[in-house]
């Protein structure tokens, strides 16, 4: 098998790039959708380094995994954005700096 | 074309207990809607049948195969069933029989009897039993998952409740940041191995660390990563800071269940992942494997955090919160002393004794809030238990056990989980960190003593609410503290088959 | 060739991961995080994970972002906007975005051919002997329903879950009103109707 024209650690370094952008965004951004796509982008940038190195091993492993992760990603979606519409109805915001009922 | 696997190929028989709590949930979950509003009591008992048949099947392998250190994998190895499967299994289903019998009244009396609650709690001890009986890390990840999102629904149970909801979103927000991290560090681990089979990246560890590969810090951050997604679950010092908020904003009856399983699921995954897949990760210059130092530093910063900042709580579900908190530093200590050789059976047997032993007191001293507590979820101050002894002297009694077992007082469940840790400790050499486990529960009797004295010795109204099923669940839970209390053996035999089967 | 579309790919991946942060409006984010999916979705297809770019596209950019849009839009603008002057004018940008990700995948797909057996890996072989292309769906489902069996069985409990737990969340007031709502000082007169169905605009 010939070296890929794109070695596996360009695919690895953009994905651990777009992770710390969507850990920057959950801990940045106010807004709870948001904060929930900066998840999302997290995860996604875990599933390409595991396509990418699972081209590297030539084994279906990390495919596998991708495809859990994607209907993990599912549910915590369809629970999450629930969540949401509950807490949007009862407090009119789903700004998260508004999440302060409890103080030591 | 393709050879289809047969049901004697994936080893059916080894993983009943849990195969059948999955069955009795789903069922569960139809028959409820043929069970009328008002009769959900119908809905708790088949809950606590379901339960109860798991149980029996766990503790009759366990008592089979007392003599396993090899283990028998099912379900081409994603599953593990060994004697460590099967003592999670059965900490794991003690506790949610409890929690069970702490919800019913709760639920009726606050408004939110519904069925779901009680197929979610059965579906969330499936996902940590399955932590417990994990061999690779695509099982830990799923079962993490559903372990932790029915306990996000849950948390969010008291309906246009703001508290509750609060709770709600801020468990799934930080619990979905944890899985990120989770996932990432499964990504490179299996990008350094291979393979996300224990059995496989224990082997590939060995090669790698023979041929001084660079790929070793690959996998010293995936490991980190892991780490840190599983501290979450654990509330590990610093990704405890979901802990107090989720706790005292959740329904008291959820608290009780999740702050014993949540862990127990945790530190199960977190045994398999460091001494199964990772034992023998040990770097150049080092005599432990490499994440031992990690793991006591952590375990060192969230017993003094935990303990420090207990002291200063008035409200006792937030108490509780910081005391969960240093409880895992505790179980930290037998974690880490797994990375030394030789030790990991041992410090693996300490953990399944301080769980044990943590299920009943916990779920105990949540349950003794849900009668103090209101029906409007208020009346949980530490200032609300004055003079509860006059009152309810039972019940007085029951959370005075509690505190003592708690505070790791001789003759109660706790003095002999936090006995097996340290010893587990000073096994593997990690003397500081075990010299501050037993310092900080010294701080520790402070605030555990001050609840028993606001019951016993200050004035006050000190009213609770107790009914049947409750009363039931702080028994049992009392008693059960003191049993193994006054007999540590029945503890230490349990666990004495405990084995993991390395490299399997 | 390979190396220039990556850089390219990989600079839409990036810039849209950092547009979809900075964005003020949440339905833009929404946007960019689609096509950053799509973006990641390229990449599968250049790493012989065919079945997975399909994947990520129909579930990831199709179905759960339609979910996050969706949300937004129920929520309606306040929480999400500044300014509100006419509701639908994202929707050329949108159609302009599905366009390019229709274009990108389609010239990939016709570039680079048979899709499942791109790429220079050796097929694996079944246990009769049978080759299965890496990254393919007959792979992907082979090891599905042999290997990984059990967290198969396991997800499909979790969705079980996820759908219970949306209902049980998000229930409205058809069930009994527990008795006393202590935390929530001055229930807003709107509590009280329904809302789904009107956006919090109106």
Known sequence: MEAPAVATELYVLLSAVLFILGALGVLLRRNAILVFMSVELMLNAANLALVAFARQWGNGGGHLMVFFVMTVAAAEVAVGLALIVAIYRTKKSIDIDLLHRFKD | MFTVPSLSDLNLAATLPATLLALGASVLLVLDLFVPKGRKALTAWLALAVLGVSLIVALLSLGDVVDLGTGEGAFF???????????????????????????????????????????????????????????????????????????????????????????????????????????????????????????????????????????????????????????????????????????????????????????????????????????????????????????????????????????????????????????????????????????????????????????????????????????????????????????????????????????????????????????????????????????????????????????????????????????????????????????????????????????? | MELTLFVIVGAIALLSAVMMLISENAVYSALFLILNFAAIAFFYLMLDAGFLAMVQLAVYAGAIMVLFLFVIMLLGADPVRHTTPRKLRWLPKAAMVLAVIFLLTASVAIIRGDVGAVGGVAPTLTADGQPLSFGSPAHIGWLLFTRYVLPLEIVALLLLVAMVGAIVLTRDSVGKRPPVVRRLANPPAELERPIVGESGQS
Do not use: C
């Open chain 2, 77 to 504: 190895g994603l599953y593990i069933a060994d004697s460590f499967t099967d003592a999670v299994s059965v900490i794991v289903l003690v506790t949610a029989m409890l929690g069970v019998a702490v919800a019913y009244n709760y639920l009726e009396r606050t408004g939110m009897q519904r069925g779901e609650y009680y197929v979610l709690l059965l579906f969330s001890a499936l996902g940590a039993m399955l932590m417990g009986a994990a061999g690779d890390l695509v099982t830990v990840f799923v079962a993490l998952e559903l372990l932790s999102i029915p306990l996000y629904i849950l948390s969010g149970f008291r309906w246009r409740d703001e508290g509750s909801e609060e709770s709600a979103l801020k468990y799934f927000i930080l619990g979905a940041f944890a899985s990120g991290f989770l996932v990432y560090g499964i990504a490179l681990i299996y990008g350094a191995t291979g393979t996300t089979a224990f059995g496989g990246i224990w082997a590939a560890t060995r090669d790698l660390l023979a041929a001084d590969a660079a790929t070793k810090y690959v996998l010293l951050l995936g490991a980190g990563m892991v780490l840190a997604g599983l501290g979450f679950k654990v509330a590990a010092v610093p990704f405890h800071m979901w802990t107090p908020d989720v706790y005292q904003g959740a329904p008291t009856s959820v608290v009780a269940y999740m702050s014993v399983a949540a862990k127990v699921g945790g530190f199960a995954a977190l045994v398999r992942v460091l001494a199964w897949g990772l034992p023998d990760f040990v770097l150049s210059g080092q005599s432990a494997a490499a994440w031992q130092s990690t793991v006591w530093l952590i375990a060192a910063l969230t017993m003094i955090l935990g303990n420090v900042v207990a002291v200063a709580q008035n409200n006792l579900k937030r108490l509780l919160a910081y005391s969960s908190i240093a409880h895992a530093g505790y179980i930290l200590i037998a974690v880490a002393a797994m990375g030394t050789a030789g030790v990991a059976n041992e410090a693996a047997r300490a953990v399944v004794i301080y769980l044990m032993a943590y299920a009943f007191t916990n779920v105990g001293a949540f349950a003794v809030i849900v009668a103090v507590e209101r029906d409007d979820g208020g009346h949980t101050d530490i200032d609300n238990v004055r003079g509860l002894a006059k009152e309810q002297p039972v019940l007085a009694a029951s959370m005075a056990v509690f505190m003592l077992s708690l505070a790791g007082v001789p003759l109660t469940a706790g003095f002999v989980g936090k006995w097996f840790v340290f010893k587990a400790g000073l096994a593997a050499d990690l003397v500081p960190v075990t010299v501050i486990g037993v310092l900080t529960s010294a701080i520790s009797a402070y605030y555990y003593l001050r609840v028993i004295w606001f019951m016993y010795f200050e004035e006050g109204e000190g009213k609770a609410q107790i009914a049947w099923p409750l009363a039931w669940g702080i028994s049992v839970a009392a008693i059960g503290t003191l049993i193994l209390g006054f007999f540590p053996y029945l503890l230490s035999d349990m666990a004495r088959g405990i084995a993991l089967a390395f490299g399997g």
